[in-house]
Nanobody, 120 residues
Framework: QVILKESGGGLVQPGGSLRLSCKASGSNFSIKTMAWYRQAPGQQRELVASISYGGRVIYADSVKGRFTIEGFNADNTVFLQMNTLKSEDTAVYYC??????????????WGTGTLVTVSS
C-alpha cells in the first residue's frame, strides 16, 4: 500500500508563486508515475502535470510555461512549482501515483488534497 500526503497549499495573490510537495510512504512499493491533478468547485478533476520514473513529463496546456513538475527523490517526494499564478488556478490539488505494491500491480493511489487559492 502507498500513502500520499500533499502539502504547500495556501492563499496567494495573482502573479505569485507556490510550491507543492507530495510525499509517498509505505513499504515494499515501487512508483512508476507521479502526477498532480486539481479540482475546482463544481468541476471534474483534471490532470495538471505528470512525470514517469524515466523522466517523461506531461503538462496541461493551461499551465505550460508556468508550472514545473519535479520528479522523485530519495524520499519519494514529487514537487509542483507554480509560478505566475492566476485566479483560475484556484482548486484543490491532488497527488496521484501509479505504483506496484505487492501483491498489487499498477494501482492508482491518491492523496487527500491541498487547497490553493489565488485571489487579490
Amino acid at each position: 500500500q502507498v500513502i500520499l500526503k500533499e502539502s504547500g497549499g495556501g492563499l496567494v495573490q495573482p502573479g505569485g508563486s507556490l510550491r507543492l510537495s507530495c510525499k509517498a510512504s509505505g513499504s515494499n512499493f515501487s512508483i512508476k508515475t507521479m502526477a498532480w491533478y486539481r479540482q475546482a468547485p463544481g468541476q471534474q478533476r483534471e490532470l495538471v502535470a505528470s512525470i514517469s520514473y524515466g523522466g517523461r513529463v506531461i503538462y496541461a496546456d493551461s499551465v505550460k510555461g508556468r508550472f514545473t513538475i519535479e520528479g522523485f527523490n530519495a524520499d519519494n517526494t514529487v514537487f509542483l512549482q507554480m509560478n505566475t499564478l492566476k485566479s483560475e488556478d484556484t482548486a484543490v490539488y491532488y497527488c496521484n501515483a501509479v505504483a506496484d505494491s505487492w501483491p498489487d500491480w499498477n494501482l492508482d493511489y491518491w492523496g487527500t488534497g491541498t487547497l490553493v487559492t489565488v485571489s487579490s
